[in-house]
């Protein structure tokens, strides 16, 4: 297939720069003609030997850039280590970041959490006004539901299994009622498995964070070293970002910052060669917790999703101990997240979701698709871009504020 | 596997098309399916009731047309509506008689600004100004090292001082007056539009800068927050445009339609991928046409005559004119196609191409598969592959790190091609009607500029 495909583009871009622009629709006829070439390309294709995939070495970290990521401009591997054990927080001088001030996580969350607009404030007020459930405020719920990225189909799961209930007379027209089932729905949805992050005896523990770009992964681990090292864990940060200008920089100030030791690799070195070396440090040193980044990539990259796939093979590798792969969604996400999810988890089943940037306007409701279809609980909830604004995920308090409606207030 | 926006319409016209006549209900149900396609496709919920309203009065006033079936009409509404909820019109730049242009973007966190900044330097750079990049987001950390590692890669100037924000705005400006750049464009730090604290700090950058034009730069994958986000940033900052990025994933970007209907200003720009030239002007019919399946082959011939050596192209011309097109042509062609961009990308803008085709993965990797074959070749055997025998299969195999299979392959297909392109059949009919037409294509390409 790739050769019809470089063939009919490269007649393309020869006539187009040659001024033949017009000759478009003529040229349609002749991919038309070609399209049935390329499916039987396709099919021959698939069983061609050579593919990519087999030639990937599970050996060594580094010598099959070629095969993986196009994106990677130079093959060193040179690698650079410091240990920011003693190394002062002032070092981090350049940041205007404001810390916010210490405190426990539940009451702290709930106030950090946006409250405006939860999904049940107008199927309330018109359920408040008739007593009873009628098609409005079937057609509120759906609607704010859709509003929240809850998405089609888990809307319509919890419609019905809500109808049903009515049915059943399980459900009256009480508001409260209605304020509880829902949230006992939604918290249920969402219980797919442990929230609680993963960790082994002794050392070499690898958390692997993934994403698509621009969702805060390198902050979140930022926020994940904070709370793990003053936990008293001892952790190694590695800069798996090999790609994104900058990128090492940006998680070295978080290393410094929180007092963890912090492993990167040349710019566009292989990452899956930082994260060996990261490991082996980590081992070496006895260190409780390796937290590694990567690069973001947007997930209908073969390239790219192959690269990580090999990051992933890498820090599983005994010494290291992986324990977790944790998917970061903005939750500013559409449907796109759902497929976000699908990908990432067929490519490095992923453990468990980190919901970022909850204090805006969205809802995040992605979330609740991601539990329903895939099965993959959300683990930790982003709230700001402070230290200590990442919290463990606490089901019943995210839907309640889902929906906008906490007890004490119905 | 999974339904893109584009491919739901097209099961609807499919759906649409085997139909002669339409009840009202047919009607409703193909409305019900639209509605639902681009709830999925993240439109904004009141952008969608909006649409299916506007589009369910003009079928029920439908006129019966005489070259139209009612499907076709259809079809037909639905695609004016997206054109002109996307737009209709699109934004140019008009540059400041008193130099520089100033640019300001701003946006949410991770929504790509600071990669944007570079790339619209770039943009600028090639229609011959001297854009200064101004990095005034100083919360992130490491955002200003990005600008500049990015602007140096782009051969950009880049400005910035760790102060605070609206300083290093105000003091990037006098650096460009005084350096004499045409174009400033200030990144900013991401921030949420409900945090007043920063939102009235971006107001404070935009009044000390006095932007010429304000984009909102955001992500292809926002669900319906995208209509939230808009109209916080148009009230605070009067937005002129929108930057749409990440236009190369997956997303059914229906954020796009939500955005322009909210805040009533055009997509400037969209950016399709990781490099600093992956960023392209944005054509609403264009996107709408996207949508309805019918491939984006403006767009892709824009690109090419931006970035296809023209001299090579007119060589290669000649040569699958006169049936010698060799596998030296060949590969040259394949360098003109990566400077395109991944092919992935390239194939999605075709029309026509099934959907197994622009789903499947496609990927470079094979390219520079077939690119170390031919390499691996000697200058005769380029001109002349039918020479290469046994000992020089497995030759070129060694020498290329791939299996004698590949190379038979690259060969087989090759030959397959150069059959192709000397039947008349194919490239007779392309060149001839390009031929007809090229008087007249080159009138109507100049009225379009």
Same mark, same amino acid.
């Given at each position: 297939?790739?050769?019809?495909?470089?063939?009919?583009?490269?007649?393309?871009?020869?006539?187009?720069?040659?001024?033949?622009?017009?000759?478009?629709?003529?040229?349609?006829?002749?991919?038309?003609?070609?399209?049935?070439?390329?499916?039987?390309?396709?099919?021959?294709?698939?069983?061609?030997?050579?593919?990519?995939?087999?030639?990937?070495?599970?050996?060594?970290?580094?010598?099959?850039?070629?095969?993986?990521?196009?994106?990677?401009?130079?093959?060193?591997?040179?690698?650079?280590?410091?240990?920011? /054990?003693?190394?002062?927080?002032?070092?981090?001088?350049?940041?205007?970041?404001?810390?916010?001030?210490? /405190?426990?996580?539940?009451?702290?969350?709930?106030?950090?959490?946006? =409250?405006?607009?939860?999904?049940?404030?107008?199927?309330?007020?018109?359920?408040?006004?008739?007593?009873?459930?009628?098609?409005?405020?079937?057609?509120?719920?759906?609607?704010?539901?859709?509003?929240?990225?809850?998405?089609?189909?888990?809307?319509?799961?919890?419609?019905?299994?809500?109808?049903?209930?009515?049915?059943?007379? =399980?459900?009256?027209?009480?508001?409260?009622?209605?304020? &509880?089932?829902?949230?006992?729905?939604?918290?249920?949805?969402?219980?797919?498995?442990?929230?609680?992050?993963?960790?082994?005896?002794?050392?070499? &523990?690898?958390?692997?964070?993934?994403?698509?770009?621009?969702?805060?992964?390198?902050?979140?681990?930022?926020?994940?070293?904070?709370?793990?090292?003053?936990?008293?864990?001892?952790?190694?940060?590695?800069?798996?970002?090999?790609?994104?200008?900058?990128?090492?920089?940006?998680?070295?100030?978080?290393?410094?910052?929180?007092?963890?030791?912090?492993? =990167?690799?040349?710019?566009? /070195?292989?990452?899956?060669?930082?994260?060996?070396?990261?490991?082996?440090?980590?081992?070496?040193?006895?260190?409780?917790?390796?937290?590694?980044?990567?690069?973001?990539?947007?997930?209908?990259?073969?390239?790219?999703?192959?690269?990580?796939?090999?990051?992933?093979?890498?820090?599983?590798?005994?010494?290291?101990?992986?324990?977790?792969?944790?998917?970061?969604?903005?939750?500013?996400?559409?449907? &796109?997240?759902?497929?976000?999810?699908?990908?990432?988890?067929?490519?490095?089943?992923?453990?468990?979701?980190?919901?970022?940037?909850?204090?805006?306007?969205?809802?995040?409701?992605?979330?609740?698709?991601?539990?329903?279809?895939?099965?993959?609980?959300?683990?930790?909830?982003?709230?700001?871009?402070?230290?200590?604004?990442?919290?463990?995920?606490?089901?019943?308090?995210?839907?309640?504020?889902?929906?906008?409606?906490?007890?004490? &207030?119905? | 596997?999974?339904? %893109?926006?584009?491919?739901?319409?097209?099961?609807?016209? !499919?759906?649409?098309?085997?139909?002669?006549?339409?009840?009202?209900?047919?009607?409703?149900?193909?409305?019900?399916?639209?509605?639902?396609?681009?709830?999925?496709?993240?439109?904004?919920?009141?952008?969608?009731?909006?649409?299916?309203?506007?589009?369910?009065?003009?079928?029920?006033?439908?006129?019966?047309?005489?070259?139209?079936?009612?499907?076709?009409?259809?079809?037909?509404?639905?695609?004016?509506?997206?054109?002109?909820?996307?737009?209709?019109?699109?934004?140019?730049?008009?540059?400041?008689? !008193?130099?520089?242009?100033?640019?300001?973007?701003?946006?949410?966190?991770?929504?790509?600004? *600071?990669?944007?900044?570079?790339?619209?330097?770039?943009?600028?750079?090639?229609?011959?100004?001297?854009?200064?990049?101004?990095?005034?987001?100083?919360?992130?950390?490491?955002?200003?090292?990005?600008?500049?590692?990015?602007?140096?890669?782009?051969?950009?100037?880049?400005?910035?001082?760790?102060?605070?924000?609206?300083?290093?705005?105000?003091?990037?400006?006098?650096?460009?007056?005084?350096?004499?750049?045409?174009?400033?464009?200030?990144?900013?730090?991401?921030?949420?539009?409900?945090?007043?604290?920063?939102?009235?700090?971006?107001?404070?950058?935009?009044?000390?800068?006095?932007?010429?034009?304000?984009?909102?730069?955001?992500?292809?994958? *926002?669900?319906?927050?995208?209509?939230?986000?808009?109209?916080?940033?148009?009230?605070?900052?009067?937005?002129?445009?929108?930057?749409?990025?990440?236009?190369?994933?997956?997303?059914?970007?229906?954020?796009?339609?939500?955005?322009?209907?909210?805040?009533?200003?055009?997509?400037?720009?969209?950016?399709? @991928?990781?490099?600093? %030239?992956?960023?392209?002007?944005?054509?609403?019919?264009?996107?709408?046409?996207?949508?309805?399946?019918?491939?984006?082959?403006?767009?892709?011939?824009?690109?090419?005559?931006?970035?296809?050596?023209?001299?090579?192209?007119?060589?290669?011309?000649?040569?699958?004119?006169?049936?010698?097109?060799?596998?030296?042509?060949?590969?040259?062609?394949?360098?003109?196609?990566?400077?395109?961009?991944?092919?992935?990308?390239?194939?999605?803008?075709?029309?026509?191409?099934?959907?197994?085709?622009?789903?499947?993965?496609?990927?470079?990797?094979?390219?520079?598969?077939?690119?170390?074959?031919?390499?691996?070749?000697?200058?005769?055997?380029?001109?002349?592959?039918?020479?290469?025998?046994?000992?020089?299969?497995?030759?070129?195999?060694? @020498?290329?790190? *791939?299996?004698?299979?590949?190379? %038979?392959?690259?060969?087989?297909?090759?030959?397959?091609?150069?059959?192709?392109?000397?039947?008349?059949?194919?490239?007779?009919?392309?060149?001839?009607?390009?031929?007809?037409?090229?008087?007249?294509?080159?009138?109507?390409?100049?009225?379009?500029?």
């Amino acid at each position: 297939m790739i050769y019809v495909l470089v063939a009919v583009i490269a007649v393309l871009l020869i006539l187009i720069s040659v001024g033949f622009t017009s000759s478009f629709k003529s040229g349609k006829k002749t991919l038309s003609r070609r399209k049935t070439s390329s499916k039987e390309e396709l099919s021959s294709s698939e069983h061609s030997p050579g593919k990519k995939v087999n030639k990937l070495s599970e050996e060594s970290p580094s010598e099959s850039d070629q095969a993986i990521g196009k994106r990677l401009p130079g093959q060193e591997t040179k690698t650079e280590i410091s240990d920011n /054990a003693d190394v002062a927080e002032e070092v981090f001088a350049g940041s205007q970041e404001s810390t916010p001030a210490v /405190a426990t996580g539940r009451v702290n969350l709930r106030d950090r959490l946006s =409250k405006t607009g939860g999904i049940l404030s107008s199927p309330l007020a018109t359920l408040r006004g008739k007593g009873r459930i009628d098609q409005q405020v079937y057609d509120q719920l759906e609607e704010a539901m859709i509003l929240a990225d809850v998405g089609i189909p888990t809307t319509a799961k919890l419609l019905d299994s809500m109808r049903n209930a009515v049915k059943e007379k =399980k459900l009256s027209g009480d508001a409260s009622e209605l304020a &509880n089932y829902l949230k006992d729905e939604i918290a249920a949805v969402l219980d797919v498995g442990d929230t609680e992050l993963s960790m082994e005896e002794g050392p070499g &523990n690898v958390w692997l964070l993934v994403g698509v770009n621009g969702v805060g992964k390198t902050t979140t681990i930022g926020k994940l070293a904070h709370s793990e090292t003053r936990s008293g864990k001892k952790v190694v940060l590695a800069a798996g970002d090999t790609f994104r200008a900058a990128a090492a920089d940006q998680l070295e100030l978080w290393a410094k910052k929180t007092g963890a030791d912090f492993i =990167k690799g040349a710019s566009g /070195a292989d990452p899956s060669s930082v994260i060996f070396d990261a490991v082996r440090h980590g081992v070496a040193q006895e260190a409780d917790l390796i937290i590694a980044d990567s690069a973001g990539r947007l997930h209908n990259k073969a390239n790219l999703m192959e690269e990580l796939k090999k990051v992933r093979r890498v820090a599983a590798r005994p010494p290291g101990k992986l324990t977790e792969v944790l998917l970061v969604i903005d939750a500013t996400t559409g449907q &796109n997240g759902l497929i976000q999810a699908r990908l990432f988890t067929e490519a490095v089943q992923v453990t468990g979701i980190v919901l970022t940037k909850l204090d805006g306007t969205a809802k995040g409701g992605i979330v609740l698709a991601i539990a329903s279809e895939l099965n993959i609980p959300i683990k930790l909830v982003g709230v700001g871009e402070g230290v200590e604004d990442l919290f463990p995920l606490d089901r019943e308090e995210f839907a309640e504020t889902l929906i906008g409606v906490s007890q004490d &207030n119905v | 596997m999974f339904e %893109n926006l584009t491919d739901r319409f097209e099961g609807i016209v !499919k759906k649409i098309k085997s139909k002669g006549r339409l009840s009202e209900e047919d009607i409703d149900s193909i409305l019900r399916d639209i509605r639902i396609a681009l709830l999925e496709a993240d439109v904004a919920l009141s952008v969608v009731q909006d649409f299916i309203t506007n589009v369910k009065q003009r079928c029920l006033s439908m006129e019966l047309s005489k070259s139209l079936t009612p499907a076709q009409q259809i079809i037909k509404y639905v695609n004016e509506e997206l054109t002109a909820i996307l737009g209709g019109e699109q934004l140019r730049i008009s540059y400041a008689p !008193k130099p520089p242009t100033v640019i300001l973007l701003a946006g949410l966190q991770g929504s790509g600004k *600071t990669t944007t900044v570079a790339k619209l330097g770039r943009w600028f750079k090639q229609q011959g100004r001297h854009p200064l990049l101004v990095g005034a987001d100083l919360a992130r950390p490491a955002a200003v090292e990005q600008l500049r590692i990015l602007g140096s890669e782009a051969g950009l100037a880049v400005f910035s001082e760790p102060t605070d924000p609206v300083s290093v705005a105000r003091r990037g400006l006098e650096e460009a007056l005084r350096v004499g750049r045409d174009v400033v464009i200030v990144d900013t730090a991401g921030r949420l539009s409900i945090d007043q604290v920063l939102m009235e700090e971006v107001r404070r950058v935009s009044v000390a800068v006095q932007p010429h034009y304000t984009f909102l730069v955001i992500d292809a994958m *926002t669900g319906q927050d995208a209509v939230n986000t808009a109209k916080a940033f148009h009230e605070t900052l009067e937005l002129d445009g929108i930057i749409l990025t990440k236009v190369d994933g997956d997303a059914r970007g229906g954020a796009a339609l939500s955005v322009k209907q909210v805040a009533g200003k055009p997509i400037a720009f969209v950016t399709t @991928g990781e490099k600093i %030239n992956e960023i392209e002007t944005f054509y609403p019919e264009r996107m709408a046409s996207r949508i309805l399946g019918m491939g984006d082959v403006l767009s892709l011939i824009e690109k090419a005559e931006a970035e296809v050596d023209k001299q090579l192209s007119a060589k290669a011309m000649d040569r699958l004119k006169s049936g010698r097109f060799t596998l030296d042509d060949f590969y040259d062609q394949i360098q003109q196609m990566k400077k395109m961009g991944p092919l992935q990308s390239l194939v999605s803008m075709l029309p026509g191409m099934p959907k197994e085709v622009r789903n499947a993965n496609i990927d470079d990797a094979d390219i520079t598969r077939i690119e170390a074959i031919i390499t691996s070749m000697t200058v005769g055997e380029r001109e002349e592959p039918q020479i290469i025998n046994g000992s020089r299969r497995s030759r070129i195999a060694k @020498g290329s790190g *791939t299996s004698v299979t590949d190379v %038979n392959n690259l060969l087989k297909q090759f030959a397959e091609m150069q059959k192709l392109f000397k039947s008349s059949g194919v490239m007779g009919q392309l060149m001839n009607s390009s031929s007809r037409k090229a008087k007249k294509k080159s009138k109507s390409g100049k009225s379009k500029r």
